[in-house]
């Protein structure tokens, strides 16, 4: 079973887009996946609820360390979805389980700020600290045209003590598939496969730590 755990202290920052489309990758690709929701506003849950019948299921449980004890033992991929402004106290309940942490970050000043401290504090987890329990920052909502998201990537790259995974463009795509319960990976057109390029080295990453 991989374990993945998604988290900021930053709210709006992209986490469940993280979560799902990453469980709408393993459900294609035939692994039995879950979303375990411990973020009170509930996304990652109710997209998996709205999945059609035409894409292949992902298991939805609310909640936190009892939650994990419900997802059953033939399960391949868990991904944690956990609430915004959460420290160690509140990620404690997973860290144990977790393989890797993915941090996503948004490209303004204020974004940026708050994915520093947050990543300092990662920093301490004694896990982490040892190098038992990998992290990777995911650019998200870039506009890589645009010096802001440049400007971004080059601060998170030249400051952050976990390398940056992934750059993910902002795109309507994921609100519309999301309202769907679906995700890129459910679809194969020649637009959606472009955006599914940006994945590629996230998962390549996930895999080798794996």
Known sequence: MLTVLVASSKGGCGKSTLVTQLASHWAQDGKNTAIVDADRQGSSFRWAARRADNVPGVLALEG???A????????????IDTPAGSHEKDLEPYLEQADVILVPALPSTFDMDATFAFLEHLQQIPRVKRGKLPVGVVG????PWTNASQD??????????????AQLRD??????????????FDYA?????????DWKQLLRWIKRQH
């Open 68 to 79: 994990l004890d419900k997802i059953p033992s033939d399960t391949q991929r868990v991904l």
């Open 152 to 165: 971004a990537m080059t601060q998170l790259a030249e400051g952050s003590p976990f390398p940056v995974v």
């Open 171 to 184: 795109s309507q795509a994921y609100v519309l598939l999301t309202a769907l319960g679906k995700g890129i």
């Open 189 to 197: 057109s020649e637009n959606v496969r472009s955006h599914q390029e």
């Open 64 to 66: 936190g360390r009892r």
């Open 140 to 143: 998200n909502r870039l506009k």
